[in-house]
């Protein structure tokens, strides 16, 4: 099982990413699909996941609104689109799946 993470950047607030995860290994399609993330000194958390066929998400209430969750399963690779991002949504997401975590990608918002 690989999980690898990549789109994270420095943004200023208000911006907009998109973070992708490159599945393999794995029968993606089947699987639920969920990203999270970790401040510096904080637990990690739940961000959103995705059931295996794409038909249900759910984003973490007070991300709702600002992120969004998709997937391709003809590309397995699951996406989270991130909108008017603030200096809190600075962290490490991760990918995970299968228990299994990728190796997160870094996103830091500041002017």
């Known amino acids: 099982v690989q999980l690898v993470e990549s789109g994270g950047g420095l943004v200023q607030p208000g911006g907009s990413l998109r973070l992708s995860c490159a599945a393999s290994?794995?029968?993606?399609?089947?699987?639920?699909m969920s990203w999270y993330r970790q401040a510096s000194g904080k637990e990690r958390e739940l961000v959103a996941r995705?059931?295996?066929?794409?038909?249900?998400?759910y984003v973490t209430d007070s991300l709702k609104g600002r992120f969004t969750i998709s997937r391709d399963n003809a590309k397995n690779t699951v996406y989270l689109q991130m909108n008017s991002l603030k200096p809190e949504d600075t962290a490490a997401y991760y990918c995970?799946?299968?228990?299994?975590w990728g190796q997160g990608t870094q996103v830091t918002v500041s002017s």
């Open positions: 995970f799946a299968v228990n299994k």
């Open positions: 995705i059931t295996g066929s794409g038909d249900s998400a």
């Open positions: 290994g794995f029968t993606f399609s089947s699987e639920r």
